[in-house]
């Protein structure tokens, strides 16, 4: 049979489980690194590992491009070729057809484009994209959706929807089932109540090993982002996982993990560290700025990474100054580290039924820290 999830305790909407996969078990609410194109940009599989992640994830649309499915799967899969046993999820592609790839052409049957390398022709379907998710090898396969554009009127993002649910449908017979494996459905519905709904419905009709929530953090804001959730989240089954795609702060993080999301992914912490932005316990930093210089602090006294237990400010500051490439690596490296201690406290303070408490505590660090 499939992966298993086990609900160990809830705090208000709030929910502390552990996933069961052939890969390993992933205690939740958890944050998933973005392994884009088999690398956590910056990081050695081992550092991965030191921040204390569980899971990480696989971006289809650069991999079968480059070096493509077919060749992963002869290297011996995704998780021998990046040397990550542990769990892996991967996205469906159609997202990044979407944003990366050119002269796009959408139908009923899938999308044609052309590569953004090297403009050669591809036919991404809901089949294909379940083929290529099985030759990488990933623990948890997503169907191939239609993000829905935003701003998007009711019709428009009711159509884009529907056109999801059919290929979900499709995804869904093309998965090959295996023991510890899964496979998640993406709700669509733009900022619409009644197509979320309609959506989720149709989505928990095939019987998915965990439902992800798609078409937010896409610029309708916070506000509006969370209470889409607190609609959304209600219509999914209690036992299985929720997954926030591409979100996000880690404000928004302890957001909709009050509103009961287990899972995240976000360029986020990774794509900020390379550009010399710090996520701490106090808030965010910018290491560029001139006020370090001098500064033979530790980046964040709470955090126990490598950077922050042997390193100061001062010299993070002049490795980004100076275009070392060991300030990107320091800082993906905390960035990541700060990701997974937030989800780690949160695990902690739901099991301990302390969840407001601990999101107050958070939030009040940031404000203290005075950021730059
Ligand atoms: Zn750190």
Not at 316 to 332: D, K, N, Q, Y
Request: hydrophobic share 40%; glycine share 10%.
């Amino acid at each position: 049979m499939s992966f298993s999830f086990e609900l160990a305790a809830t705090d208000g909407a709030a929910r502390a489980g552990m996933l069961h996969t052939a890969h390993g078990d992933v205690p939740t609410p958890t944050f998933m690194a973005v392994g884009t194109a088999g690398t956590v940009k910056a990081m050695t599989a081992d550092a991965v590992r030191a921040t204390g992640a569980k899971i990480v994830l696989g971006n289809t649309y650069h991999l079968m491009l480059r070096p493509t499915a077919e060749r992963v799967a002869r290297l011996g899969g995704l998780h021998k070729m990046m040397d990550w046993p542990g769990p892996i999820l991967t996205d469906s592609g159609g997202f990044q057809v979407m944003s990366l790839a050119k002269l796009r052409k959408l139908d009923e049957t899938g999308v044609t484009f052309r590569s953004h390398l090297d403009g050669s022709a591809h036919h991404l379907t809901p089949e294909r994209s379940m083929e290529i998710q099985y030759l990488l090898d990933a623990t948890i396969t997503m169907v191939l959706d239609e993000c829905t554009k935003f701003p998007a009127t009711h019709d428009e993002a009711g159509a884009s929807m529907r056109l999801s649910t059919r290929w979900a449908k499709r995804s869904r017979d093309a998965f090959v089932e295996r023991e510890g494996y899964g496979q998640f459905g993406i709700v669509q519905g733009g900022v619409y109540e009644d197509l979320r709904r309609e959506s989720a419905a149709a989505l928990r009709e095939l019987n998915f090993e965990g439902y992800a929530i798609g078409g937010l953090a896409v610029g309708e804001g916070q506000e509006m982002m969370f209470g889409m959730l607190d609609i959304t989240t209600k219509l999914l089954p209690v036992q299985k996982p929720r997954y926030l795609m591409g979100v996000g702060t880690p404000d928004d993080l302890l957001g909709a993990v009050a509103r009961g999301v287990d899972m995240f992914d976000c360029v986020m912490p990774t794509r900020a560290g390379r550009t010399a932005r710090a996520f701490t316990s106090r808030g965010i930093f910018n290491l560029r700025n001139a006020r370090f210089i001098d500064d033979g602090a530790p980046l964040d006294e709470a955090c126990t990474c490598l950077c922050c237990t042997r390193h100061t400010r001062a010299y993070l500051h002049h490795l980004f100054r100076a275009e070392e490439m060991l300030g990107p690596m320091l800082l993906t490296l905390h960035n990541l580290t700060y990701y997974q201690s937030l989800m780690q406290g949160a695990r902690a303070a739901i099991l301990a039924g302390e969840y407001d408490a601990y999101c107050a505590r958070v939030r009040a660090g940031w404000a203290e820290g005075g950021s730059t």
